[in-house]
């Protein structure tokens, strides 16, 4: 059986990353839409609905206050993989090519370098030259 509802974003929130302004995590709240006798069939049967949602990456940003969806709900009929077989990986994680792989290792050894190279130049602005007050040996 499919269970269906018109539903309307009530409360949208996305925080995002500072330095590149993409979607990091969302919360969205969906509520019923009534609007032009929308759910008059399904709000007989249920006339209450709320819906929290907690999104990660770039579906994060997907919903917008007021925009209005169909929610569908159908019973799931298959057997739920065991926890012992279920990836371990996260599916949302970006992949990345083999050539942004190697230009993020670059970047990382060209600051290591940087930073080492103005590390030793603060070392030898700060050493002092004690060797004159040092007596000869004769």
Do not use: C
């Amino acid at each position: 059986m499919t269970v269906t509802a018109k539903v309307i974003v009530t409360s949208a929130s996305v925080q995002t990353d500072d330095d590149t302004g993409a979607p990091v995590h969302g919360r969205v709240t969906f509520g019923p839409d009534y609007a032009d006798g929308r759910n008059k069939a399904w709000a007989y049967a249920t006339p209450g609905l709320n819906l929290d949602m907690t999104l990660n990456g770039d579906v994060a940003g997907a919903f917008e206050l007021g925009k209005r969806y169909t929610l569908s709900i159908d019973e799931t009929v298959e057997e739920p993989t065991p926890v012992h077989e279920q990836p371990t990986e996260n599916p949302f994680r970006e992949v990345k090519t083999e050539e942004e792989e190697q230009e993020d290792r670059q970047e990382l050894v060209d600051e290591n370098e940087a930073a080492k190279a103005q590390w030793e130049e603060k070392d030898e602005d700060t050493v002092e030259d004690h060797s004159r007050d040092v007596p000869k040996s004769e």
